[in-house]
């Protein structure tokens, strides 16, 4: 007889090297912090402990800073050629070890390893080779000698991407010939770490990439250093404002990428006439979803990245039935470790509902109805929020009248989350401001001579 039976198909870990406890690494080496404080990071589908890594304090953001600042006389007369060599060389190492950056990725994040393996990182190494190739043609597109770029970046990220978000700050800064510190979100360090290696193999002078880890006061003493000159900060809209209004009156410049509620695809909206049907697809379509290992290669739904993201999914879900949205929530058994959370739909929902306006970062979708194209838009645009949405028609010129009208930073025509390095992505409204990618992108990284 066959069996049928489901067998998984796990990617090794034995590609992947962690070691027991990572330092800071600062002008070109892995060195002792000043706090000698560390914390545990965690494996989310496991809760196993795979490292230790640094809090860092004060005086180590400041032994980050001079050596940035040390980093950026040599790099800001470095000939751009030259820069863009070395952003090839990392382009090329970053796939050469595509598959334990992966692997490192989805260990420490909880995300699938079909998306690590084929979404971020190819784009991780698409952002390094498309920057590389600007950086010897920046003179030539603005004018002469007309820009220069800021000094010293400070660049916060978060968890949910944690190379991609590296790679999109990283190589426009380094293209322009600023130098950087870069924080990671405390629970996914290690890729970013692990990128720090690289910088060593590839030969990238002392100074001109400093990484150090830590939670969100080290953040804020970034922000706060008195040497920096540039902040580029990806998170959540409430950090965004702490930032900003820190940064008030300083020279210093800042872009914020911010919160969304669309752009996780978090928010459905269906013409009535087809609710019922599409509604009823969607939910067989989700009971095929395959939740568990994240790297399992067939796994769809990993975990969810820690503890706290967990609770606030929970809260928001909660919330969503008290007010009387209808759920939905598939039969797959969760594994017993780990923070996991079932693939959920809610449908009944008003737009004033909390998990129809808030942002949950878990595998919950939300839907609502419309009767017109322009009730669609209003209520599409009814938020504090405008990242990005998408549009699903037969129609070329819908697709056209509705993007005209979206308040958003992109718009994504019958597909979803589709990035290239040279478009540029940045929010509206409470989505923050300044663009990532293409020339936008390079822009932000420098300011006019004066
Ligand atoms: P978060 O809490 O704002 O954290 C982001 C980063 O800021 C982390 O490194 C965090 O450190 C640090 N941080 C926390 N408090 C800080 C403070 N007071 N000063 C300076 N830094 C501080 O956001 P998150 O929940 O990790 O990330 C998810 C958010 O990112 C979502 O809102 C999502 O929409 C947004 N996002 C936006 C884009 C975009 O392009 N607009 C792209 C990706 C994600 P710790 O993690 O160590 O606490």
Redesign the pocket.
Known sequence: MVNWEYSESVESQEIVNIKDKYQNFINGKFQQPNSKKYINTISPSTEEVLSKIVISNEKDVDNAVQSAQLGFEKWSNTSPHERSKHLFKLARLIQERSREFAVLESMDGGKPIKESRDFDLPQVAANFFYFAGWADKIDLSWGAKSLKPHGVVGQ??????PLL?LAWKVAPALSTGNTVVL?????TSLTALLFAELCEQAGLPDGVVNIIT???????L??NHKDINKIA????????K??QK?LAGRDVGLTL????KA??GSRLLLQESIHDEFVAKLEKRMQTLRVGNPLDKNTDIGAINSKE?LNKIEGLVNEGVSDGGKIFQTECELPGNGFWFKPTLFTDVQPSYSIARE?I?GPVLTTLTFRTPQEAVEIANNTEYG?SAGVWTEKGSKILWTADRLQAGVVWANTFNKFDPSSP???YKE??FGR?GGRQGLLSYLKAES
């Open positions: 916060i990220i978060p968890w949910n991407f978000m924080k990671p979100a405390e629970t830590g939670d969100g006061t080290t953040g804020s970034i922000v900060f990806t998170g959540s809209t409430q950090v965004g702490l930032i820190s990428e911010l919160g969304g752009a996780n993201q942002e970062f990242l992505f940045g929010g989505s923050g990532e």
